[in-house]
Structure formats: structure tokens, C-alpha cells
């Protein structure tokens, strides 16, 4: 990697060219917006590497080892999960002080990138279509400015990074990370999270829930099989398979309260090979989202009771596979107060936006379910049609690095001196 960046009209980015703090900001202490000005460059150089090379949930092997790489040339000393494919890297400041943790996401996911950039994914079928590449330079960035701050012994208590493998799968990588110790003695948590329908120097912000909680929803169905001219003798799968995708997700919705925002849908279906031939095995897999918490506590009873119901007629046998995911993200008041203060301090008042609750869901809530924190949407919306997150072409606006610094590094002073 080099700092100089090529950009893709050809020209090039020099750190003088990147922008002043933000309008009513707040300068970071000791010179530190100086070092973040230089540093901009390589963070974007590091950016483009990450997501040309993008590597998929479970296999974050480079990108974990070139974290710690360059961690390890900042003076800190970052420690690889057990698997190899994660890192956890504390910066130690004044020892009697407690312990903040900022997480990011590191893995890619299952998508072939379609965008016309010289830093587009080299990995065939696999992108960083979700921002996590962002994340990632951006949790780089204030590993660097913080590790300064610390040998100033100007640090008022320990900050752990926490670069967080497998977030778009399951099980999720964050219980990874739990049983790793990442959670040892933290009393709170902030992660960021790419946000396309904001523009970049915008924070969205939001008390309690701020995404939906997720789940893995298989069915696969049998029977004998047979002719199509005689469906009556057998079980006619394809049929069944019909119903099941366009009956119960309906008939789920009906199970449970209307603002519980409950929603099934089925992302892929399978039956038979032959246009004459009644298949003896179909299934059909998707996702389950719901906003409220109490409804997912009963998702999976209803959920099952719904399908054999509606399966029952046809005579298929049914074999389902509820596999939970991940409870709704929901944000401790004070962690937004912190954030808010953070995001003002960083990007000025016009920097705050009020954000909606998100359908998305977001392993980081079970940290949340061990100790207080708040995740945020960092804007990088670009300039024409906004491509949404988990699309082959998403992009962002690069200035977003800069500003998710900065406020990462406002962020954690903040909450370290508020846990004082």
C-alpha cells in the first residue's frame, strides 16, 4: 500500500487537499487533527486495499493480519482471536481508568463487484458491499490518533479496538468476540455503521431500538416423488413449496401485534430439475424480522405452527430449521449522550440526524445484551441516486473516513471521562 493515492479521474490526493475540520466543530486535543490531516491518505489507500481484497464471514485471515500490522507499527500490541481471522487491540492509558470499547466489522459478503474503480474487489463473486471496509479504516484511524494520546499520557483510560470477523452470518462473530474476553471489564461499547441515505459529515442517532432483530428461517420439504400427468399419486412439492412462500408469510404477520413490524421473506426457493418429473424434495430459506423484542421471544413457536398448518393439507413432510440470529440493537440513553455530545464536538450541531429504526439487523446487540452502548449510522451518501447497502455497486463517499475519526476519537474521550 502506498499513501499516494490514485483517484479515479487519475488525479491524485494529497493530505493538504483534504478539508478543514467541520463548521462549529470542536478541534481534537493536541494537534491531533494536525497528525488526522496526514494520516488521510494512507487511511483511504488502506480503504481501497481492504475492499479490493475483500475476504468473506469466517475468513478474514488478510485483513485480519494486515490490522495488526498496522496497529503494531502504530506502537500498540494487538492480540488475534483464536481463530486468526479477528483482532483485539487495547490502548493503554492511565491504568485505575476504565476500559471503552469501539468495535468494527471486517468480513465481506457473497456479491460480485460491478463497479467500474480501480480499487474494485479482485475476489471474484465477493464485496465489500455493506461498508465494512470502512469501518475497519476507520477504527484504524483512531487506533493511531489514540495510541499518540497514550504515550502523552494523555489517555484517561483504556480504549479497546475490537475488529470483529463473520458480522453477515451466523452464528455471529460478535459471541466470538465474547467468549474471547472483548467484553472483560467494559462499561460501555460504540460501533458506527455505514449509512448511503446520509450524506457524509452526518451522524444518525437514535435512543433505544435502532435496528430489527434477524433470523435464519429453512423449510425443506419431501415426498415420493413422481409423474406430472399423475400428481394425484403422489405429493405434488412444487405445489406445496407455492404455499409456503406465499401463504405463511401473511398468515405469520397475522400471529402478532401490526407495529411489532414483523417480516418474513423468503430469499430463495428450490424444487426439481425436470419440467415432467414431481420432485421428492423442495425447500425454501429466508429471514425474519421483527422490531419488537417480546414478538422475537415467540417468533420461532409461531413461525413453525404456521408453516405445519399450512403444509399439512398438501401431505409434504416438513422439516424446519429456525436458527436464531441476532436481538434488535438498542441503544443506551446515556451511550447516545455521549455520542450526541461526541458527534457535536466532532462535526458541529448540523452534524446530528435523527435516524429511524432499521429493518436491518446487526450482531452488535449482543454486546448490548452485556454491557450499555449505541451504535450509530455514519453518512456516506455520494452525490446522485444513493445505492443501497448489500447491492454489487454500493460505494461511498471516502470523506466519511475522516469524519468517522474523528468522532470514534471524540467518542471515546467523552465516554472515558463520563465513566470517571
Not at 50 to 75: D, K, Q, V, W, Y
Not at 186 to 204: E, M, R, S, T, Y
Not at 335 to 355: H, K, N, S
Request: proline fraction near 7%; charged fraction near 20%.
Amino acid at each position: 500500500m502506498t499513501s499516494a493515492l490514485t483517484l479515479p479521474n487519475g488525479g491524485q490526493l494529497a493530505s493538504s487537499a483534504w478539508p478543514e475540520a467541520p463548521s462549529g466543530s470542536q478541534p481534537l486535543p493536541f494537534e491531533l487533527d494536525h497528525l488526522l490531516a496526514l494520516r488521510i491518505p494512507g487511511l483511504i489507500a488502506t480503504r481501497r486495499h481492504i475492499h479490493s481484497h475483500p475476504e468473506l464471514s469466517g475468513e478474514e485471515f488478510e485483513t485480519a493480519a494486515l490490522i495488526a500490522r498496522e496497529l503494531s507499527l502504530a506502537g500498540l500490541s494487538p492480540r488475534l482471536l483464536p481463530k486468526g481471522n479477528g483482532v483485539i487491540c487495547d490502548i493503554d492509558g492511565r491504568p485505575d481508568g476504565p476500559v471503552v470499547a469501539l468495535r468494527a466489522d471486517i468480513d465481506a459478503l457473497p456479491l460480485t463487484d460491478v463497479k467500474d474503480v480501480p480499487y474494485r474487489s479482485t475476489h471474484d463473486g465477493v464485496c465489500h458491499a455493506c461498508g465494512h471496509d470502512v469501518h475497519t479504516t476507520v477504527l484504524l484511524g483512531v487506533g493511531m490518533l489514540l495510541a499518540q494520546l497514550a504515550d502523552l499520557g494523555e489517555l484517561d483510560g483504556r480504549v479497546r479496538l475490537i475488529f470483529q470477523p463473520a458480522e453477515e452470518i451466523l452464528p455471529c462473530g460478535s459471541l466470538e468476540v465474547i467468549e474471547a474476553g472483548g467484553l472483560d471489564d467494559v462499561v460501555q461499547i460504540f460501533a458506527l455503521h455505514c449509512d448511503p441515505n446520509q450524506p457524509a459529515g452526518k451522524v444518525g442517532l437514535r435512543v433505544g431500538p435502532i435496528t430489527a432483530a434477524a433470523d435464519n428461517v429453512t423449510v425443506r420439504l419431501t415426498g415420493p416423488g413422481g409423474h406430472t400427468a399423475r400428481p394425484h399419486l403422489t405429493v405434488d412439492l412444487v405445489d406445496a413449496l407455492g404455499r409456503l412462500v406465499t401463504e405463511v408469510p401473511a398468515l405469520v404477520s397475522r400471529r402478532v401485534p401490526a407495529n411489532s413490524g414483523l417480516l418474513l421473506v423468503f430469499g430463495h426457493a428450490s424444487a426439481g430439475t425436470q419440467y415432467n418429473v414431481i420432485p421428492s424434495e423442495a425447500s425454501a430459506s429466508g429471514t425474519l424480522r421483527v422490531m419488537d423484542r417480546d414478538t422475537w421471544e415467540q417468533a420461532p413457536e409461531i413461525v413453525t405452527q404456521v408453516v405445519r398448518d399450512v403444509i399439512a393439507p398438501t401431505g409434504a413432510t416438513v422439516d424446519l430449521e429456525y436458527l436464531r440470529g441476532r436481538p434488535p440493537v438498542s441503544n443506551d440513553a446515556r451511550a447516545i449522550q455521549v455520542l450526541t455530545a461526541a458527534t457535536v464536538a466532532a462535526l458541529g450541531p448540523d452534524g446530528v440526524a435523527e435516524t429511524p429504526q432499521s429493518m436491518g439487523g446487526e450482531d452488535f446487540s449482543w454486546y448490548l445484551e452485556y454491557v450499555p452502548g449505541a451504535l450509530a449510522r455514519l453518512g456516506v451518501g455520494r452525490s446522485g441516486p444513493n445505492i443501497d447497502l448489500h447491492r454489487a455497486s454500493f460505494d461511498v463517499d471516502e470523506r466519511a473516513i475522516g469524519f468517522g475519526v474523528r468522532l470514534m476519537v471524540q467518542t471515546a474521550l467523552r465516554a472515558l471521562a463520563a465513566a470517571r
